[in-house]
């Protein structure tokens, strides 16, 4: 057994998005973004608006990408396509040790973290936690696709109603949403480009997540029309519960107050609602935070499946487990790495590296939908981005424009993504003349 089957549907899809999205970021972000907005409520909400529109017009041009070659491996074989082996494989070197297993690192840094504040743990013991809870999604995930997306749309769908129904239960109930809250408080004196971008670092990867609904194409059921309407819908949905989010703690605490909490969600709850509710909300958060490391548990690993069946990387990778029809090796490899990460690192340091590293290779992704266009222009195109090639251009551009201002605002963290990228280079080129003399397993009963 050498192929995955197909056994997502739309429903699996949308919130494998929502669910992988939302993680920590919504619960801890905002506090930041309003600090590095000046203390302005509307540059702050603007700033989760741009965002959420770039992971949109991104979600619109990979939808067509998808529909019209829905593989294993999504924005690594759209890469591969246009721009050749070497950059695709550089993608997934540094999705495996950077983007997917820091995303999940971070996730699990955050929900240490986040148990502290229920039950005192020691740092020696907050990182036994971080490192059981990836093992946990490990475990699930090596044993079944379907068993995995159940436990997903289950979480998912607690997470995303309960920070709908506490963002509006703030919004109506708090004691900031009226002359003296956030309508009244007006943008500060000068707001820069590099201000709002360096704001924008944070909230981008609260919205980090949606592309890896890509990695599953090879796994969903009719994916010329399924993909698309999964990544553009789940996406879309994300940025009015964000908006909605956001809203809710401005008006239960303040924007002084919020900007200054590092627990905002638990913070604007218990303001409103008493300490037990904040401890209700922060178990939610748990529950949001395993969700979301869930879901890269079970997207990523076949980012790494498809590559090392192209040749370009560890051969049993391309296995699929004979009992349990997952890519089971590459799950383990991925979640091994994020244990280390999770020990090692911070909050801080781990999420700004997967932004900033992330965005170049989805500005990669981006461009590659002009590429297809004019080596496939006859090519059947189920879903045709909307907009083209203005869409897809915005994306790339402001893609781009991130990764910029982070070279120039924090040269030191860029240096490091750069340096991890390039020292892929040697190892593709091992991997590829190794795989050249290694023959692939051909499937049983071929």
């Known amino acids: 057994m050498t192929e995955l089957k197909r056994t997502l549907g739309l429903t699996d899809l949308v919130l494998i998005v929502i669910g992988t999205v939302i993680g920590s970021g919504i619960f801890i972000v905002p506090a930041t973004t309003l600090q590095q907005a000046g203390g302005s409520v509307s540059v702050a909400l603007l700033v989760w608006l741009v965002a959420g529109i770039l992971s ?153 997540g949606w592309q890896y609904a890509t990695f599953s194409a090879g796994e969903t059921r009719d994916p010329q029309r399924t993909f698309p309407r999964g990544i553009i819908f789940g996406t879309a949905c994300l940025i009015g519960i964000y908006i909605l989010a956001n809203l809710g703690y401005i008006a239960a605490l303040g924007p002084l107050r919020a900007s200054q909490s590092t627990r905002i969600a638990a913070d604007a709850v218990g303001a409103l609602l008493g300490p037990i509710a904040g401890k209700i909300i922060a178990a939610i958060i748990l529950v949001s935070m395993f969700s979301a490391a ?20 560890i051969r049993k990778l391309a296995e699929v487990h004979p009992r349990y029809g997952t890519p089971a090796n590459a799950v383990v490899v991925c979640s091994v790495w994020a244990m280390v990460l999770a020990t090692t690192g911070t909050f801080e340091q781990l999420f700004t590296y997967v932004v900033f590293v992330g965005w170049i290779f989805y500005a990669l992704g981006g461009v590659a939908i002009f590429v297809y266009r004019r080596k496939q222009p006859n090519a059947l195109r189920p879903f045709r981005v909307p907009g083209y090639p203005i869409t897809p251009m915005l994306f790339v551009l402001a893609a781009a424009a991130v990764v910029i201002n982070t070279i120039v605002t924090q040269p030191g963290r860029a240096a490091l993504g750069l340096t991890v990228t390039a020292v892929g280079v040697p190892f593709f080129f091992v991997w590829r003349a190794y795989a050249r003399d290694v023959p692939v397993a051909a499937p049983p009963d071929a």
């Open 56 to 208: 949109l017009l991104g979600a619109l041009t990979y939808g067509e990408m998808g529909a019209m070659n829905p593989d294993a491996g999504g924005l690594y074989v759209y890469i591969r396509d246009a721009f050749g082996e070497l950059p695709a494989f550089l993608y997934g070197w540094t999705a495996l040790l950077v983007i997917a297993s820091g995303s999940c690192a971070t996730l699990a840094v955050a929900f240490s973290s986040y148990l502290g504040q229920i039950v005192p743990l020691s740092p020696g013991i907050a990182k036994v936690i971080s490192v059981l809870m990836i093992a946990a999604t490990m475990a699930l995930n090596v044993r079944g696709t379907r068993q995995s997306a159940d436990v997903q749309n289950w979480t998912t769908g607690l997470k995303a109603s309960a920070l709908v129904i506490m963002g509006a239960v703030l919004l109506l109930s708090g004691t900031h949403g009226g002359g003296g809250g956030a309508a009244a408080v007006s943008p500060p004196a000068h707001v820069s480009f590099s201000m709002f971008a360096t704001a924008m670092i944070g909230v981008l990867w609260a919205y980090e």
């Open 294 to 313: 869930n879901g890269i548990a079970l997207t990523a690993p076949r980012l790494y499946y498809s590559m090392a069946r192209d040749g370009v990387f």
